[in-house]
């Protein structure tokens, strides 16, 4: 079986169709590459062909390359990876140089045969690198389908040309959002971005695209940066204009990114430096900062959360041997933000949805939220008074329970208190079949106990949705001592369903994403209370990558949440309870009316309308700053590793069972510093014997609860890393 076939017609125009057997969307390989060099090959050498059409027999183009094939091109050179890695860039470029130059004579750039892409949808990476080279993109107009280079979004950028084409097609600045941001648009936007040539109706696709390459001219096949005189639009580096852009650009990719992540800095520096030098010589300059990259641990990490193990925990990586667990019908009981949102996504993705809660007035806003949002949708043109009357017409809004009739999956999302949730679970199930699964969303309370209340605890879960539902990609499911695998399965399907990245997690105090974000607000706020400069407490958190300082967060999350969980927590454990401190603060606060973003008043001011205009300066006055403040190292490593010594303390105690779990949402549930891969991944970035030198030191300055882990003693003894041991989704009592 083959990626590529190849067909020549009566008018002598080429088609190479791109169809990878058994895959839903092609993605290149080593092979695949071959392939597709051979039949342009062919194509060149054979006098009876005019022209080429590269096309897919999909209703897409591409996704991109396969991203093992990096690992490949790595290990294939032993002991000297860049080598390895420069060699298999060059073939790339080797081939799709061969594509742009098409036959013509070096000299004269005549005699070459045109080639077209005709995509009929979505061209991704190196899925819209290779029409670049081609001499002409034509799309179906499809509504669906994205354009664009993604690659910036999992630590590295656009490495088969797409750089330094892009820039040079566009200029700088406007290829910088999609370049630099990953920006993704439909065929129309991408026309009239100037990324693509025409769009056409999909039955129109492929007679247009055969009648420009019979009509096509030598000039027509010339790009305009192998034309003599060419400038790059919008100036080169050494122009007063391009000079300017490129100032902007290195402020913007610094204000940005902290300095954090290596590869927009590096993607700026190949289109800086590329812009300097004939188009050749770009590529190389673009291949060498490409490798640098894909050396670089970051680069790796990210790869590894944000592509493969996100991808694998999509297609169910961890799901029981069950049968398809499919929603049909879904019931939400309480129409809050939570339950609104839960509501609407499921709406979203065709799921017929019961939304209750205590009064149809109430109800009915809570559908009304959904509503909302779909407005929004149609002022920014993504979505039509259509898919709004449809989305709306799955949802049912009512207080009569007797609608769950019906329902095979139930999400309770009323108010988080153990007798209010009892209530709720009877009285749905009252309505519900024998075999429907009851769920539970909710950030604290112990699913085992929530699942007394049920008749079928071996059919009662969690789910913990993030808020907002809409724009949060996690959702952590988790398990009951007596949950069984039909309701895992049930969960994660209905997860995946709505196009969420699902997580399993065994039942536990805070479950995984709380456990390990609280002791990272605590932790902030207990150095407010030791005299470190609040604003030296948030910038160290942004510049070492959180997307949010410890205080800030609080605020957004709210002051007096804090405050309750704090208390309730305090009366769980009694004498072991470790933040007494950190309460100070909380409590003071709250006494003080500042309950944070929603009031108007936090660890921050507020204007009247609820921007942030700095730093409180009543946190001084109360906690005045020391004489001595810490390096900005010793902070970030305070906050960072508070969060990844739980996750580590977790897996441990079986609460994560899958280390990859627990990278992806770190990244994907609170934004665990995403240049890092996540909290295991960072550990392992440090290295188990350095993370341990560092635990000592805090240890031995602010208390046990930086005391380094047995596993992670042992892994620094041993020399190995937690995914050298446990990457393959292992879990601790199996190793």
């Known amino acids: 079986m083959t990626d590529f076939t190849y067909d020549v017609d009566a008018e002598g125009v080429a088609t190479i169709t791109w169809d990878v057997p058994g895959k839903s969307m092609n993605v290149m390989s080593l092979d695949g590459l071959a392939e597709l060099e051979g039949f342009i090959d062919q194509a060149l050498a054979d006098d009876a062909v005019k022209g080429v059409i590269l096309t897919s027999g999909k209703d897409s183009f591409a996704a991109g390359m396969d991203l093992n094939i990096i690992a490949q091109m790595k290990a294939s050179a032993g002991d000297n990876p860049a080598q390895g890695l420069m060699d298999g860039l060059t073939r790339i470029h080797a081939m799709l140089r061969k594509i742009e130059r098409a036959g013509m004579d070096p000299k004269t750039l005549k005699g070459g045969k ?15 690198e290779i029409p670049l080279a081609c001499h002409r993109i034509i799309v179906a107009d499809n509504p669906k389908a994205k354009i664009g280079l993604p690659e910036i979004m999992v630590g590295i950028f656009p490495g088969a040309g797409g750089t330094t084409r892009l820039s040079r097609k566009l200029g700088a600045m406007a290829a910088a959002p999609f370049l630099l941001e990953g920006k993704l648009s439909d065929p129309k936007r991408a026309k009239s971005a100037g990324l693509i040539d025409d769009v056409v109706p999909m039955a129109d696709l492929l007679d ?49 990114t902290k300095g954090v992540y290596p590869a927009a800095k590096a993607l700026l520096s190949a289109v800086y430096e590329g812009a300097l030098v004939p188009f050749d010589t770009a590529i190389r300059i673009e291949s060498r900062w490409f490798t640098s990259v894909l050396l670089n641990p970051s680069s790796t990490a990210m790869i590894r959360s944000l592509f493969i193990n996100k991808e694998a925990l999509e297609k169910g990586a961890n799901r029981p041997d069950a049968p398809d667990q499919k929603v049909k019908k879904l019931g939400v009981i309480g129409a809050g933000m939570m339950g609104a949102g839960i509501a609407y996504v499921s709406a979203q993705a065709g799921i017929e949805v019961v939304l209750i809660d205590q009064t149809q007035e109430s109800a009915d806003r809570g559908k009304a939220y959904s509503e909302g949002l779909l407005d929004k949708g149609i002022k920014r043109r993504k979505v039509t008074e259509q898919k709004k009357a449809q989305v709306l017409g799955r949802i049912t809004a009512t207080p009569d329970f007797a609608a769950l009739a019906g329902c095979d999956l139930v999400v309770e999302a009323v108010f988080e208190d153990p007798k209010v949730k009892a209530e709720t679970t009877a009285r749905a199930e009252a309505h519900l079949p024998a075999d429907a699964i009851f769920a539970t969303n909710t950030s604290t309370l112990p699913i085992t106990e929530l699942a007394k209340a049920s008749r079928s605890p071996e059919q009662f879960i969690g789910i913990h949705f993030f808020s907002p539902v809409d724009k949060m990609l996690l959702v952590e499911i988790i398990k009951g001592a007596q949950t069984g695998d039909r309701a895992v399965a049930k969960a994660l399907d209905f997860v995946r369903q709505i196009r969420k990245t699902p997580i399993v997690v065994n039942d536990a105090r805070y479950f995984y994403a709380n456990r390990c974000i609280l002791p990272y607000t605590n932790e902030g706020i207990r150095m407010v209370r030791e005299g470190v400069a609040p604003a030296l407490i948030e910038n160290a958190a942004k510049l070492v990558g959180m997307p949010l300082g410890p205080l800030q967060l609080t605020d957004e999350v709210s002051i007096d949440l804090g405050a309750k969980i704090a208390r309730a927590t305090r009366a769980a454990m009694g004498d072991a309870y470790p933040d007494a401190d950190v309460d100070e603060v909380v409590f003071w606060l709250e006494d003080e009316g500042r309950l944070g973003r929603k009031a108007n008043a936090g660890f921050y001011a507020y204007d009247d309308a609820g921007k942030r205009t700095g730093l409180w300066e009543g946190l001084a006055a109360k906690y005045p700053r020391a004489d001595a403040q810490p390096e900005l190292t010793e902070v970030q490593h305070r906050l960072l590793m508070m969060q990844a010594l739980e996750a580590v303390r977790a897996f441990e105690e079986g609460v994560l069972m899958d280390i990859r779990e627990g990278d992806v949402a770190g990244i994907l549930g609170w934004g665990f510093a995403p240049w890092s891969g996540g909290p295991i991944s960072w550990l392992d970035i440090l290295g188990a014997a350095r993370a341990v030198e560092i635990c000592d030191r805090l240890e031995a300055a602010h208390g046990a609860r930086f005391r380094a882990p047995a596993l992670l003693r042992d892994l620094a003894d041993s020399g190995e890393t937690f995914y050298g041991r446990y990457g393959d989704g292992k879990a601790l009592a199996a190793a």
């Not at 096949?221 to 300017?244: L, T």
């Open 114 to 128: 045109p080639i077209v892409a005709a995509l009929p949808g979505t061209g991704l990476g190196l899925g819209y």
């Open 208 to 256: 247009e695209a055969r009648n420009w390459v019979l009509s096509a001219s030598d000039k027509d096949i010339v790009k305009p940066w192998d034309q003599k005189g060419w400038k790059m639009p919008g100036g080169a580096p050494y122009h007063p204009a391009g000079f300017m852009t490129f100032v902007g650009a290195s402020a913007m990719v610094n204000g940005k």
